[in-house]
């Protein structure tokens, strides 16, 4: 699991969740929002 965040042109906060397998490299899920509430993340 991972959260990376970015910044748009309007200054609103860009987040994503990803989940890599990293044994076969393969990306299992992405979640994109402007915002990633924890109760969103647990559920996954």
């Known amino acids: 699991m991972n959260v990376m965040s970015d910044v748009l042109a309007d200054?609103?906060?860009?987040?994503t969740f990803n989940v890599i397998d990293d044994y076969h490299s393969e990306g299992l899920g992405i979640e994109v929002d402007l915002?990633?509430?924890?109760?969103?993340?647990k559920a996954h």
């Open 11 to 15: 200054d609103r906060p860009l987040r």
């Open 35 to 41: 915002l990633l509430p924890v109760f969103r993340v």
